[in-house]
């Protein structure tokens, strides 16, 4: 509570306050020379003896309004710091996507040859273990005799059926062993495809592809699954 009947000089004294916040703020976003002028000036300013008449408090009013309005600024250079470090970063993400000696599947298939959301648009609408079937898929790293081998956990890469490695490729589309499967299955509707890649890029495809490893029961981890299971709710 002020001083009855000196509401006037209560009110500069707030004034003066929200002034010296404002500015402050102001100076955090310039550099040092800027600073070191507007000390100089408020200094200056200071020095003169202050109007204490109506005109003064008038002045005081409109310098708190000047100062508080070049907040903008401020919120200017916050926006494109954020939008430097997202270019920035995705470049970073483009670059170790290139180089990662993991995913090279992945890379392959043309859909995800650079990062981006595609990938996970395609697992909307898939249940649990289908999404998990399904990246298994794309990524290549899947219990088959391929990758088994390849991490010295299968003697051999060779396929049960004798005709090549036991690859993602060889079982969606080529190992006779699942013929009967992947027509009922992969191939229930048209079109037909037998390349790999489309198959793991399209939302429709995928989800078949899912539904037939999972009904094959190739993979030891979904055996515990239903034989009722679909992949989707």
């Known amino acids: 509570m002020g001083v009855p009947g000196n509401e006037a000089a209560d009110q500069a004294a707030k004034d003066a306050a929200l002034l010296a ?34 005109e003064g408090l008038a002045e005081s009013r409109q310098r708190v309004g000047r100062q508080a309005m070049p907040a903008r600024p401020l919120q200017t250079l916050t926006a494109n710091c954020r939008q430097q470090l997202q270019t920035l970063y995705q470049s970073e993400w483009v670059q170790q996507w290139a180089a ?25 609408g898939l249940r649990r273990a289908a999404s998990s079937a399904a990246i298994q898929l794309q990524t290549g790293k899947v219990a088959l005799g391929e990758y088994l081998a390849s991490i010295s956990a299968a003697e051999t890469n060779q396929c049960h059926c004798g005709l090549g490695v036991q690859d ?66």
Not at 26 to 37: F, V
Not at 105 to 110: C, E, M, S, V
Not at 111 to 116: E, I, Q, V
Request: aromatic share 8%; proline share 10%.
């Open 100 to 124: 990662n000696p993991h995913g090279s599947l992945l890379r392959k298939i043309p859909t995800f040859a650079s990062p981006g959301k595609k990938l996970l648009e395609l697992h909307i």
């Open 168 to 233: 993602v490729d060889h079982i969606l589309t080529k190992c006779p062993i699942y013929r009967d499967e992947r027509r009922e299955t992969l191939w229930v509707a048209p079109p037909r495809e037998t390349d790999y890649r489309r198959i793991l890029s399209q939302a429709p495809l995928l989800k078949r592809a899912a539904q037939f490893i999972l009904n094959i029961r190739i993979l030891g981890q979904f055996r515990c699954l239903p034989v009722t299971y679909k992949v989707t709710y």
């Open 21 to 54: 916040s404002h500015h402050y703020r102001i100076l955090e976003a310039q550099d040092p020379s800027q600073l070191a002028q507007r000390h100089r000036q408020r200094r200056d300013q200071n020095q003169a003896p202050p109007n204490t008449g109506p």
